[in-house]
């Protein structure tokens, strides 16, 4: 059974710094694409970075290139966001998600992780 298991959420101000960890069991995920999204209080769930598990294939959307970074550690199954320099408008839930990149019906989700920018 697949599990995506997201931890490293919490409140900070604005300006400060979160990691983001994304644990994944349960298959090899070599041909997958593993990436970040975002809900926030009353909007459509965003994609915010993605990286390929295999090859590293990396890519961002415009609100957070240069305060992301996005990387996995293949030994240890995990996912990682780092995020810098935070805005009250990054406050959302953030969620892990894995897509299989020659199957893209086979999709799985994390149960998210709360992440607070205060002002």
């Known amino acids: 059974q697949v599990q995506l298991v997201e931890s490293g959420g919490g409140l900070v101000q604005a300006g400060g710094s979160l990691r983001l960890s994304c644990a994944a069991s349960?298959?090899?995920?070599?041909?997958?694409?593993m990436s970040w999204f975002r809900q926030a209080p009353g909007k459509e769930r965003e994609f915010v970075a993605s990286?390929?598990?295999?090859?590293?294939?990396?890519n961002y959307a415009d609100s957070v290139k240069g305060r992301f970074t996005v990387s996995r550690d293949n030994a240890k199954n995990t996912l990682f966001l780092q995020m810098n320099s935070l805005k009250p408008e990054d406050t959302a839930v953030y969620y892990c998600n894995a897509r299989n990149r020659y199957a893209l019906n086979i999709d799985y989700w994390g149960q998210g992780t709360q992440v607070t920018v205060s002002s």
């Open positions: 349960g298959r090899t995920f070599s041909d997958y694409r």
């Open positions: 990286i390929t598990w295999s090859d590293g294939n990396i």
